[in-house]
Each structure stands twice: as C-alpha cells, then as structure tokens.
C-alpha cells in the first residue's frame, strides 16, 4: 500500500515493517519527503496520534484502515470537541451526529434521520423481511402496496388499525377480491355524504327471517325490511307488506 499525507509539524512516532536501514536522503527507506507531504510504500503501523490534512492512496489504489478493534473518526471543533462521530467495530458501524444522510453521486437525497424524523427520499422503500415491518406508531406515506402478484396485509394483531386522510382513502384490488372480517361489528359511516353500494348484484346472505304469513306457503320471495334502528331483516311477500307483522325482529 502507498500513501501520500500532507502533515502539520507535529512530532509523531512511526514505526515501517519495511527495512529503514538504506535509503535516499530525501526519508527513511520507503518513508520520503516529497512537496506533496510524506511519501510512504508498504505497510506502517503509527504508535502515536497522526495529525495530517489529507490522506490518500496512489492512483487506482485503494486505501485501508485495519484494526485489532474498531477504527474511530472524529471531526472536532475548534475547542476539541466532537461534533460527529463514526465507529466501526466488530459489532456494529455507529455513527453520531446532529443528521445523518445518504445521498447519490447527483446529489439527491435517498434517506436522512435526525431527532425529529427519518426520510426516505427513493422513489420505492422495499421491505423483503417475512415478517413485514413493525410501525410501534404513526406512518404516513401517500401510497401502500405490494409487489405485483403478492398480497398485502396491513394488521395490529392486539390494538387497533386507524387509516386516516383529509381528502379521503381509496382501496382498490384491480385483478383480485377485497376482504373485510371482524369479530365483533363492521361499521360503514358517513357524516355528512353517502355511502354506495355500486355492483350488479348485492347479497345479505345471512339476514333474519320473520315468521311466515300462511303455514301452507312455499314461496322464497322475500321484502326487505328496516327497522327503526337500521336493521334489516326478510319477511316473506304477500299481497301487501309484511313488515309490520315480523316487527318483533326488531326487538
């Protein structure tokens, strides 16, 4: 590995794994003077501080960092303190800082966190765990969906699911069904428009049925009924309406 730094006068201590005991009089074997700064081939271990302005490899050389335990980079101020930090150790790479960003060689921002909130700045967040991902609160995105031919489910296995929008919430299924189960109660509401059922057909499969007009009847034409409170029921057709003769339904 080569290496060119441009150092401060500070005393450092340097210690080459290559042989010093022959060389030029412009540095110490491969450890040279140049007007670029220090000149260095080969491997070299520092066993003090090194304070340089820049360190860089040679041209289409990459440039390493190793450690026995982890590689520190500070950027201080101008009264020593720190203001980021990047740790890599054998654990984990942590970073500290006011904000953190990733960004592409154009400049665009593709994901940045600070105290306040984390931003996704790609066009599309994936998620590949089996899993999912677990929101412990809020999420606000203008589009949810799954990879084509995938299903997507959206679940809170012991709290509730709140979906909430000021100009309103559309699900669609283009190829497929749509599928709404509850223990309890399903509630439709509308405050202050209307609610539309648009198919050509609509089946209420399992509604009450009153009793029978005639014990001797057969037929299977039915009146749908509402009670005072919104519920439906059937009651079976006759010359006229026989809601009011099942009103016990209601009860």
Known sequence: MGWISKMPQEQYAHRSTMQTSEG???????LRITD???KLEGDSEFLK????????????????FQSARNVTVNILNEKTKVLTRLVTGPQA?????????VKTL?????????????????????????????????IETPNVRADPFKELRLESPTRALVMEAP???????????????????????????????????????????????????????YELCVCPNGRLFLSQAGAS????INTSVCL
């Open 24 to 30: 030029p009089q412009d540095g110490m074997g491969n």
């Open 36 to 38: 670029k700064g220090l």
């Open 49 to 64: 501080p090194l304070y340089a302005k820049e360190i860089r490899s040679r041209p289409g050389n990459p440039l390493y």
């Open 93 to 101: 790479v942590e970073a500290h800082s006011q904000k953190f960003e």
């Open 106 to 138: 154009s400049g665009k921002l593709l994901f940045s966190a600070d105290d306040n909130e984390v931003v996704v700045g790609a066009e599309r967040l994936r998620v590949l765990g089996a899993e999912g991902t677990v929101f412990p609160k809020s």
């Open 167 to 221: 100009k309103g919430i559309e699900i669609n299924a283009e190829a497929g069904s749509l599928k709404a189960t509850c223990r309890t109660e399903l509630r439709l509401e509308s405050k202050d428009g209307e609610i539309t059922l648009n198919s050509a057909k609509i089946k209420l499969p399992n509604l009450p049925q009153g009793s029978s007009s005639s014990a001797g009847s057969r037929q299977k034409i």
């Open 241 to 244: 309406s026989t809601c009011q």
